[in-house]
């Protein structure tokens, strides 16, 4: 649908009359809501008349601006006044610090730590422990490839450090709080 001229100043009537934007361009026809304010917008038509109003436009004077500022960044924020919400309204945070005891590391004097064969991604089998060693990204990567027992992708060692009674968690969670 083209803007014809006709149209135009049928659309400049009828803003002046007050109707709605809808109601304009189900008038005109084949324009949508948007496309009347668009066009209202671009033919920079004063504010239509309020329907049932009175036609006299009763206008706001201007305020008074202070002299010209110089354009300084620094001035424009320091004369600026912002309101701040008080009161319930307002946000607060409170941080709670606790003091953590220092963990010194006892290494298990019991403890066996099975050798590795240090299995390739394409050489680990169904019975084999997929714990991986090392850094993915380096040469020396490998899994541990010990034998795992049937219901788990690691062996006896390395399940331990896998999965941990639900209790020895909880007591570890509350010793740190």
Not at 17 to 37: F, K, P, T, W, Y
């Amino acid at each position: 649908m083209n803007w014809t001229d006709e149209r135009v100043e049928k659309l400049k009537k009828l803003w002046s009359e007050g109707l709605s934007a809808s109601q304009i361009a189900a008038q005109l026809g084949g324009v949508s809501r948007n496309a009347v304010i668009g066009k209202v917008h671009r033919l920079s038509l004063p504010g239509r008349a309020k329907a049932g109003g009175s036609t006299a436009t009763v206008r706001t004077p201007k305020r008074t601006t202070s002299a010209p500022r110089a354009p300084n960044y620094a001035s424009r924020i320091t004369t600026r006044t912002v309101t701040r919400q008080q009161g319930a309204t307002m946000l607060k945070e409170e941080i709670e610090i606790d003091t953590v005891e220092e963990v010194r590391f006892r290494p298990a004097a019991n403890v066996v730590v099975p050798i590795s064969r240090r299995l390739g991604l394409t050489e680990l089998t169904e019975r084999t422990c997929k714990w991986p060693v090392g850094d993915p990204l380096k040469d020396d990567f490998h899994f541990c490839g010990c034998e795992s027992p049937d219901s788990s992708p690691y062996c006896t060692y390395h399940q331990r450090m896998a999965y941990q009674p639900v209790n020895e968690r909880r007591k570890a969670a509350n010793r740190v709080a």
